[in-house]
């Protein structure tokens, strides 16, 4: 089978179960797998592929007509001009993210060696970002899933990001273990979908870690717990950023309000839905 007859017929077999309709994920499984670009693959569309390549290609279109993600199928995804491992066990990163995390790299630039603590951190690609682009941070990223966290190790060493330590550790548990006021910013993306909404996502989602979605009855309990109890681990004035569901907003700023917040702004994401919660320490 040539590249280009094995390309034709995966875009095919992706289009018959719905997976992907552009031919975009089959460019990419091309890409991932045997390091195509799409110039590349048009110079050597005559090339004959090799039984190993043939076979780890049937492998991956069958994962994904069967519904897995392509980024656990693929083993990583590119966040912020930056790739990181991902797989079974670990919320996969979405582009979404990235306003909370340029939101707190923002905030970051008005603060001199700043201490920041990131709560939920699953693959670190906040933690990794912020350490990369902060000057002269030094970042502690708590994540309590034995599966996600060995994604955030991996992740902090693959990018060399030695300002990042990884703290394994359940926030609903863990907060004593912190000082009070020993940090100037404080961002998470925590589960924040509804317990009885979950088993009407995308049959993707039901790849992903449950524990990384079900944010409680309400969507709140992580917001709550984070409003609560780590707020004093920031200094007066520290700030905090927090990625939210699109009709949590009033809800979230109403939970900092209560707990010594002030300066609260709502941050849209692309989709001009609300996405973001900023705000400071009183």
Not at 39 to 51: K, V
Not at 136 to 148: F, I, M, S, T, W
Not at 236 to 265: D, K
Request: aromatic fraction near 8%.
């Amino acid at each position: 089978m040539t590249v280009g007859s094995a390309f034709v017929m995966t875009v095919q077999r992706l289009r018959e179960t719905g997976a992907d309709p552009s031919g975009y994920e089959a460019r990419l499984m091309f890409e991932g797998l045997f390091g195509m670009t799409r110039l590349s693959m048009t110079d050597e569309r005559d090339r004959e592929l090799s039984a190993d390549e043939e076979g780890s290609l049937s492998v991956a279109v069958e994962r994904r007509c069967a519904g897995e993600p392509l980024q656990y199928i693929l083993g990583k995804w590119e966040f912020m001009d930056r790739e990181y491992f991902v797989g079974p066990g670990v919320l996969i990163p979405r582009d979404d993210t990235e306003v909370c995390v340029r939101t707190c790299i923002d905030d970051l630039k008005k603060r001199r060696s700043p201490r920041v603590l990131e709560l939920c951190s699953g693959t670190g690609i906040i933690a990794v970002t912020i350490a990369k682009q902060a000057e002269g941070c030094a970042v502690y990223a708590v994540e309590k899933e034995a599966a996600a966290f060995e994604y955030l190790k991996k992740n902090i060493a693959y990018h060399g990001a030695d300002n990042v330590r990884a703290v394994f550790g359940d926030i609903f548990l863990c907060c004593d273990e912190f000082e009070d006021e020993s940090f100037d910013a404080l961002v998470s993306n925590p589960p924040y979908i509804e317990t009885d909404v979950i088993p009407a996502l995308m049959r993707e989602v039901h790849y992903e870690p449950e524990t990384a979605l079900d944010g409680g009855a309400d969507g709140l309990d992580f917001y709550r717990c984070i409003a609560e109890r780590w707020s004093v681990k920031l200094r007066r004035g520290g700030s905090i950023t927090l990625e939210i569901g699109e009709t949590q907003a009033q809800a979230v700023t109403e939970l900092l309000e209560a707990n010594g917040f002030e300066n609260i702004i709502v941050i849209k994401d692309i989709q001009e839905l609300d996405r973001v919660i900023y705000g400071t320490r009183k």
